[in-house]
């Protein structure tokens, strides 16, 4: 091996974390109930971005240390809570959403994080749309 590859290689294991472009992003949830007569169209933040991830071909020759799948995740957040109009008076017409503060590279924590990508997702209204910027 060259000294400038593993020079290289050093310098990513290292400062790896330092390229990652993680932080908090604007996204609009809609939220619908059967019950109600609206969809609500929430404006919040969300973590997003990339991380750096170091997964080798060798895992084998490899300590598990020097291995890393990293997401991008959310460091502080706090929950917010929206009305939903239009709701009949036997329907429980709030809906709580988080709101990314900051955010960070680290481990997928399914606590409070969907570490799944799916394949269909929908996120549009099929109701009249109010928007709620709180």
Do not use: W
């Not at 000294?3 to 290289?8: D, E, G, I, K, T």
């Not at 310098?11 to 390229?19: N, R």
């Not at 749309?129 to 709180?134: S, T, V």
Request: proline share 5%; glycine share 4%; net charge positive.
């Amino acid at each position: 091996m060259s000294p400038f590859f593993v020079m290289s290689l050093l310098f990513g294991l290292i400062f790896g974390q330092a390229a990652s472009l993680c932080a908090p992003s604007e996204y609009t949830i809609h939220v619908e109930k059967r019950e109600c007569a609206y969809c609500l169209a929430i404006n919040t933040t969300i973590c997003a971005g990339f991380c750096m991830t170091r997964d080798s071909n060798g895992k084998k020759l490899l300590l598990k240390s020097a291995l890393s799948q990293n997401v991008c995740t959310y460091k502080e957040m706090l929950y917010r809570t929206a009305l939903i109009p239009g709701c009949p008076h036997h329907t429980i017409p709030y809906y709580s959403y988080p709101v990314a503060l900051s955010c960070k590279c680290g481990k997928c924590n399914t606590d409070y994080s969907d570490c799944v990508r799916e394949r269909v997702r929908t996120n549009y209204c099929t109701k009249p749309q109010k928007l709620c910027n709180l």
